[in-house]
């Protein structure tokens, strides 16, 4: 399957006109934001948590997780649809509620949440068998009715019919079909049978956010409510010594400050009040002790601590045998700056005391940690806070927080004004750039060592960089033997066949917060260790996919992509003079994914970026068309980071404050992306992270080609 993003660039040209072809009947869309539970009204077909059948033949499927810009709504839907064989433009899409005992991730445990790309993959059998449950009970419906065996009736397109002719809509058997028995077990689909997975359906959410009707945390009006912006430490660890709000409360509109446990809130009846009355806030701010390194300084301490083994993290063969042995010997270090999530939708979160809990609305990803968190706020239980789960505009990992920071500071200005107002907290840009949670900042060495043969024998792998995990609940879990798992993903479960192989960390602490970002460790491993292959197979004289195929001969879906994406490319055929080709393979999150990118010099400090063909292989493809939007959204999103981006400290403060100084990749710089999807009848794994890895190491490798200069910092800048 391929196709290229053609019709993306079109759409960004021509705004959103384009996607009237794209519209869904207004009764089949979603109710954007809107929150239900599994009650059902008189009438309806509610089997199970996930699927309502109402009398006016709507097909209501309820997601478990939150729609973010992925196309979760679309695919947990299609999955719903294709058991029930319900027809797509009659079937629309709720946000669940908070319950982790209906709406855990089965990924996770007795958790709800969206994280990890497990969406799909954690709902893939659930779901349908949801679908197959209704599907079901319609058809005992329609058999009782017309005193038919139920095996003589089909369904198809949301319309049950018998040979006899006579032939019902779904919402016509639904009243009655609510009587008849769940069925306990369900016969799934052969996936041959199957009508709407693998094939090209319009996304759920489209209409909503091209039309303005979407709802977001920003669209919240409460009676009553008050707006709050928070001023917030200059430097990471500062507390408030004093303040003062005369100046403030001078400001029209203004109607309270509060201090709270991060800083001073400034609560007004509209947003810009509350602005302009923090502008006008005077904070003094006790500094003892806290961080006041720049990024430099620290990047000097971690380089220091890479001259000493760190705790291992995987160990097999002999390395030092092995490198005292090879011929030749190669040596990198690599350093990656901290990162901003910067989603376009800045956290907001609206919170509501009431009489026997609290309410929360907010683009919900973390809903098991966030009503935790709130409820300690509060002195609650967990259940008695709800939680109205909204559209986020972005994440990136930003919104999936074990600290639950902007919902808990929300309550937190709830709580200091006695609750006697509903407030929405809104961060603005700088306010994230400023005081949110960053990708850590690492550094990278690898020793590699070839035989006479040009065979890759020896690999010592070490990284330096602070642990996302430390200090929450999930340290205890995956932080063994002084390991972050998260820290070395993919360079301690490196595929390639290496007979002697090590790869060990230390992990630093510093008071920046950090937090993971989308593709998480694979975000710096797959840079360091698919550069330095290339490295090695120029070393060797060998072609840098033959030299990685050799090496992959116990991962063939590794291989497979790889293939597939160096055919596409057109691998080995000649560029003119100052163009190059560099392609990187990488698993994450349990998806294979291999880009080859084209790049022009433009000049000896300039290139462009022209080209990015991907092969990806995610198990069953749910949605194609989905798929393809993950991959060329992580192709631009990784690109980011690979050509500008980097949070730099000085003196302990950020430098960087919004798009201008922290550039997201421009519309001009997008490269023409192909992807192409492998066929698989393996599970569905997650596609909303694994796209980026691979896209940074190679340009990378494409810059080698065409200049023979090998880039190891980010972001790539030639000097």
Known sequence: MRTANEGRRRFLQAGAALMVGFYLPARAQSIPGKTVGPAAAVGDLAPNAFVRIGADNTVTVIAKHVEMGQGTYTGLATLVAEELDADWTQVRVEGAPADAKVYNNLQWGPMQGTGGSTAIANSYEQLRKAGAAARAMLVAAAAETWKVPANEIVVRDGTLTHRSGRNATFGALAEKASAMKVPAEVKLKDPKDFRLIGKHIPRQDSRAKTNGTAQFTIDVKRPNMLTAVVAHAPVFGSKVKSFDASKAKA????????????????????????????????????????????????????????????????NEGDADKAFAGAAKTLEAAYEFPYLAHSAMEPMNCVVERTEDGCEVWNGEQF???????????????????????????????????????????????????GGKAPVKLQWTREDDTHAGYFRPMYFHTIRAGLDASGKLVAWQHRIVGQSILAGTPMEKMLVKGGVDATSVEGASNLPYQIPNLRVDLHTTRTSVPVLWWRSV?????????????????????????????????????????????????????????????????HESFHSYVAQVAEITMLDDKRYRVDRVVCAVDCGVAVNPDVIRAQMEGGIGFGLSAALHGAITLKDGRIEQSNFHDYKPLRIGEMPRVEVYIVPSTEKPTGVGEPGVPPIAPAVANAIAAATGKRLRNLPLVLT
């Open 251 to 314: 400001v029209r509109g203004v109607v309270d400050v509060v201090q709270i446990p991060t800083g001073v809130a400034v609560l007004a009846t509209n947003f810009w009040s509350a602005k302009k009355g923090r502008d006008a806030l005077s904070v003094q701010w006790d500094g003892t002790g806290v961080l006041k390194l720049g990024s430099a300084e620290l990047m000097a301490q971690y380089k220091a601590l890479a001259t000493r083994p760190g705790a291992v993290a995987k």
């Open 367 to 417: 809903h098991t940690v966030d009503q935790m968190n709130v409820a300690k706020v509060f002195g609650l239980e967990p259940e008695q806070v709800k939680i109205n789960m909204l559209y986020a505009g972005g994440s990136f990992g930003r919104r999936a927080s074990s600290h639950s920071d902007y919902l808990v500071e929300t309550a937190e200005i709830v709580k200091a004004i």
């Open 521 to 585: 460790g694979s975000t710096h491993t797959a840079y360091s260790t698919e550069t330095m292959i290339d490295e090695l197979a120029v070393a060797a004289g060998q072609d840098p996919v033959a030299f990685r195929r050799a090496m992959l001969g116990q991962h063939p879906r590794h291989r497979g992509v790889l293939d597939l994406a160096a055919e596409k490319a057109g691998w080995g055929e000649p560029l003119p003079e100052g163009r190059g080709r560099g392609i990187a393979v």
